[in-house]
């Protein structure tokens, strides 16, 4: 889909390019024109978003979109910016966003489509059977509870609408997309009825609520079940969905206040749930040998994590772990020496082939790094350094990160 030329034209201006004209070398060498720009080699893709921590942080700084070869290379799009952006890859190309416009690169070119929302992305999905793109933005508090946006994204164009609560956890079964919340906004009040749905050491803290998000029912979310946890760190962006069943890794505390690690699932169509203590091979909590429950949170996974029964995530010690769904039994598959901690993030990228590790350290000097290993035997089949990213004088977040299906 290459865009015609007044569109182009237009798009340099939506994309905020600092050149809109093709140069060689040099870090404003590497910013795409928006009329040329095409898939091609691309074999990773993430996004920059600025990072709004920093001293001299400035309002309106563009994000940039990365264009990944297996030699390196890097081509940037230049995108007017998110606080946190996700992307996702589907057989007919790649979806980004800014707070502006929805954006589809495939191999004929580049086409975007205004869509105004808020800038903090929560997922991004390809739909099955090629059919678009679902993406769910955190608009925020609102004067009655708390908003998010889904925005439905096809090579026509863009829908946005507005959903309650706060759905930091997405997944994709079949067709429907289900969020999961911490904040359940206005539907708070709805859950005193139930049974266990109110801590007795915190009669404010929120259980957990699985809604359906679309398609809408009647213009908005369908509320499918409540489970009675509370100041849960279920943070994870995109989390696996196989018949139906939602699996995730859960870090929680009860009515009385004890704390939990558990592995999840979460059937969206009766509500029920079930879920095991991650343990050891000799079955001891993994917080007493395996895993630093400090650390627990800075955990990557996505929704091809699943695999012959099995949930596989990234610890923050860089090991490759395996979760035995059915018992919790967790055990680890090998080093990826990839960390995440004060000074540097990884997150991991899962497909049937592969798993591919990508690494950022907060020096503004060390390059990108990224692995990827051989997702049956885990041993490392390429590595691949970006460096050059610092040169642009912003501070930046590597946010989200997409490969491709076959990859």
């Known amino acids: 889909m290459r865009l ?15 050149a809109c004209t093709s140069t060689d070398g040099g870090a404003e060498g590497e910013i795409a024109d928006p009329d040329e720009v095409t898939l091609g080699e691309t074999v990773l893709a993430f996004y920059l978003s600025p990072d709004t921590s920093v001293d001299n942080a400035k309002d309106g700084q563009p994000g940039y979109l990365v264009l990944v070869r297996a030699d390196g290379g890097k081509r940037l799009i230049e995108t007017s910016g998110m606080t946190e952006a996700h992307i996702a890859w589907s057989e007919t190309g790649l979806f980004f966003s800014d ?33 678009g793109f679902v993406a769910v933005y955190n608009e925020g508090f609102s004067d009655s509870g708390y908003t998010n946006q889904v925005a439905v994204t096809t090579s026509t164009g863009s829908q946005l609408y507005q959903v309650e609560g706060n759905y930091f956890m997405n997944a994709l079964c079949g067709g429907v997309l289900n969020g999961i919340a911490t904040d359940t906004g206005t539907h708070f009040a ?17 259980p957990e609520l699985l809604s359906q998000l679309y398609p809408a029912t009647e213009g908005r979310e369908r509320v499918v079940a409540w489970r009675g946890v509370f ?21 929680y505390t009860d009515a009385d206040g004890n704390p939990h690690l558990t592995v999840v699932s979460w059937d969206t169509g009766t509500g029920a749930y079930a879920e ?3 343990v050891d091979a000799r079955r001891r909590p993994i917080a007493e040998e395996l895993v630093d429950p400090g650390t627990f949170s800075q955990k990557s996974y996505d929704a091809r994590a699943v695999r012959s029964g099995h949930l596989e995530w990234l610890a923050a010690d860089g090991r490759l772990m395996s979760t035995e769904i059915a018992s919790g039994i967790t055990r680890p598959r090998f080093d990826t020496t990839f960390t995440s901690g004060s000074d540097t993030s990884s997150q991991a990228i899962f497909t049937d082939r592969s798993i591919h590790v990508v690494q950022e350290t ?13 997702r049956v035997t885990g041993d490392l089949a390429a590595e691949i350094s970006v460096p050059g990213l610092a040169e642009h004088g912003i501070e930046f977040n590597l946010r989200g990160a997409a490969v491709p299906p076959t990859a």
């Open 4 to 18: 015609p030329r007044l569109v182009a034209l237009a798009a340099c201006a939506f994309l905020v390019m600092t």
């Open 99 to 131: 707070d502006t416009r929805d954006y589809l690169l495939g191999k004929d070119g580049l086409v975007g489509f205004e869509n105004k929302k808020a800038g903090h992305q929560q997922s991004a999905f390809a739909l099955p059977e090629n059919k």
């Open 190 to 206: 709805d859950s005193a009825t139930i049974p266990g749905m109110r801590s007795k050491v915190d009669p404010s803290a929120q």
């Open 231 to 251: 100041d849960a760190g279920d943070h994870n962006r995109h989390v696996p969905c196989h018949d139906g069943v939602i699996t995730f890794l859960s870090d």
């Open 276 to 278: 095991q203590a991650l």
């Open 362 to 374: 907060f020096d503004g000097e060390t390059p990108v790094k990224i692995k990827r290993f051989d």
